[in-house]
């Protein structure tokens, strides 16, 4: 993987200004101490006038190096910003016949990063869809995150099979903790020690694909099923049980996605993070997502952008603005057919009279 799984920021360094006032005001110290006359006399309001001259010229350094701070810390939220931009991009609205819909929301306020990630693409498979959840948030998050990604972006074109794309992604987030174990110990060679936070890192991923058939296969390592939209009804997509995370075990070597029933005109997906329904309010209820998607669907037809739109306010007004964990949601829509009729009441028999 080399440099494509890694962040940098970097530094920038001190300009003049940085360095010039500092030193004149520490001049201005220097030269009032051993050149004004009123510093060397003994008298209390020499020594006060003396007093007040050095708290002036120490608040002005604090003041100083705050700003200079708080510059640093801009630059690095907005290089932070910049850098999830472009590792975890947005999907475009419509993909091969799907309405497409997805945003993130961190927790990690003073960075604005997060460890989920999410993509869709168009093969010749089918489209192809990746949800996943990397343990922790901030910049350590989103270089696994990038590591992942990348390795999707290729695999879901190179791959015939579900289940290659995600041995795959088991060998990309491998190689990845080994770059960062040899980074952060280089005489382990990349073997990296058991009570290191590397050798802790797992990722929770879940894969779909969708044919052009509305076909669904599906394999799910450790993450929340998604949600099915079937007009004002929200039901999960299965109640399969769900592989280990990809990182603490190895994939079986028996490995099919499991089949659902297909993606219907007008039905959608919804895939979220377990960051949504863990998300807790000022008396420690959860998040009811299924009843947030429900109040998103009373109006039909709901779009995607219509269903994220509903679903963050809710979280938002649930947690009071302040989620404790990241939080990504992606909603997929099946538009390449018309939609199902409604079903006409039945009419009353008529008795004709002769």
Not at 82 to 96: C, I, K, M, S, W
Not at 165 to 170: C, I, K, Q
Not at 179 to 190: D, F, I, K, L, Y
Not at 210 to 230: E, F, K, M, Q, S
């Amino acid at each position: 993987m080399g440099d494509r799984g890694m962040i940098r920021i970097k530094a920038r360094a001190p300009t003049a200004r940085g360095v010039v006032l500092p030193t004149l005001w520490g001049a201005l110290a220097v030269a009032y101490k051993f050149g004004c006359p009123l510093a060397t006399q003994e008298r209390l309001g020499a020594r006060i006038a003396a007093s007040v001259v050095f708290f002036g010229v120490g608040i002005g350094l604090l003041v100083h190096v705050r700003r200079a701070l708080l510059r640093e810390l801009r630059l690095a939220r907005r290089a932070a910003r910049v850098a999830q931009g472009v590792v975890l991009r947005p999907p475009p609205p419509r993909l091969d016949g799907l309405g497409v819909a997805a945003a993130q929301l961190s927790a990690d306020r003073g960075a604005s990063v997060g460890g989920d990630l999410y993509e869709a693409v168009a093969t010749e498979h089918g489209v192809r869809v990746v949800m996943g959840d990397v343990r922790g948030h901030g910049l350590d998050a989103l270089g696994t995150v990038a590591a992942v990604l990348g390795s999707f972006r290729e695999a879901a074109h190179d791959e015939a099979r579900l289940d290659g794309v995600l041995r795959r992604l088991e060998r990309a987030l491998a190689r990845h903790l080994r770059e960062r174990a040899r980074a952060a110990h280089p005489s382990t060679g990349g073997t990296a020690d058991l009570d290191h936070p590397v050798a802790e890192e797992f990722v929770t991923v879940l894969l779909l694909e969708i044919g052009r058939d509305g076909a669904l296969g599906v394999l799910n390592c450790g993450h929340p099923w998604p949600y099915r939209l079937t007009g004002t009804a929200v039901e999960p997509l299965t109640r399969a049980e769900p592989l280990p995370p990809l990182g603490p075990f190895p994939l079986p070597a028996d490995l099919a996605p499991h089949r659902c029933e297909p993606l219907r005109p007008a039905e959608s997906l919804v895939l979220f993070t377990d960051g949504a329904e863990d998300a807790r309010d000022a008396r420690g209820r959860f998040f009811a997502l299924p009843d947030a998607l429900r109040t998103a669907v009373r109006d039909q037809p709901a779009s995607p952008q219509r269903v994220l739109r509903t679903v963050f306010t809710a979280l938002l007004r649930h947690t009071g603005g302040t989620p404790t964990d990241d939080v990504a949601l992606l909603v997929l829509r099946n538009e390449r057919g018309p939609a199902p009729r409604a079903r006409e009441p039945a009419r009353p028999a008529t008795t004709r009279h002769g």
